[in-house]
Nanobody, 125 residues
Framework: HVQLVESGGGAVQAGGSLRLSCKASGYTITRHCMGWFRQAPGKAREGVASVNTGGTGPYYADSVKGRFTISQDNAKTTLDLQMNSLKPGDTAMYYC???????????????????WGQGTQVTVS
């Protein structure tokens, strides 16, 4: 049974930092494309960053480049997202997701991901 559990969200002032973590269980995340998505109220879920186990990436949305960093721990069971210089526009529910590698997979297309966490709220004021 694949399970993804996010943690680390919270409320922070603009310019501050947060670190999100996603704990994976039930499989080895090195076999999957791992990503972070976010969804603000009234908006579509969008890709934030991804680590592609096919040897490419990481990938970042233009809006977070230079501010966010995605990483995996050495044991490959946790996916982290370090978020610096946060802006009010970063306010959203953040989701961890995993995709089975396959041809045509796009790191930022939510339909390509097979497993999702429950989300963790990030609020920047």
């Amino acid at each position: 049974h694949v399970q993804l559990v996010e943690s680390g969200g919270g409320a922070v002032q603009a310019g501050g930092s947060l670190r999100l973590s996603c704990k994976a269980s039930g499989y080895t995340i090195t076999r999957h494309c791992m990503g972070w998505f976010r969804q603000a109220p009234g908006k579509a879920r969008e890709g934030v960053a991804s680590v592609n186990t096919g040897g490419t990436g990481p990938y970042y949305a233009d809006s977070v480049k230079g501010r966010f960093t995605i990483s995996q721990d050495n044991a490959k069971t946790t996916l982290d997202l370090q978020m610096n210089s946060l802006k009010p526009g970063d306010t959203a529910m953040y989701y961890c997701a995993a995709a089975t590698p396959r041809a045509g997979l796009r790191w930022d297309r939510r339909e390509d991901y097979d497993y999702w966490g429950q989300g963790t709220q990030v609020t920047v004021s």
